[in-house]
C-alpha cells in the first residue's frame, strides 16, 4: 500500500485579490490659445497678480488652477526675500555712510 505525503494533495494556487482599476481623470485639458492667453496675461504688471488669484480660485481647469498657486507661492516667496536684500543693503549701506561721516570728523 502506497502512502501518501502531505504533499502530493493537488495545489491549489492563492487567490490573489482582483485588482479594480480607477477610471482615469478626464479633468478638461488647456489648449495651445488659453496657454498663449495665461502667458500674455502675465507679461502684464497688476493684471498678472488679478488673474492669477482668478486662476487660483477657479476649480474647472485643476492643472491652470494649480499653476497659478505656485505662482502666487513663488511670487510671495519672491517679494519677501526682494524685501530682506533690500533692508541688508541699506542697514549695510547706513553702516558704512555713519563710519564715513565718522571718520571725516576726526580727520583734521
Known sequence: ???QSP???QYQPPVQPVFVQPPPDYSPTITKGEWFL???LQMIPFVNIVMLIVYAL???KPSRANLAKVN???LAVSIVLAILIFVVFFLCLGA???GMASEL???P
Open 105 to 107: 570728523q576726526t580727520s
Open 96 to 98: 558704512f555712510a555713519g
Open 38 to 40: 495665461y502667458l500674455i
Open 72 to 74: 502666487l507661492i513663488f
Open 1 to 3: 500500500m502506497s502512502e
Open 58 to 60: 477657479d476649480n474647472t
Open 7 to 9: 504533499y502530493s494533495a
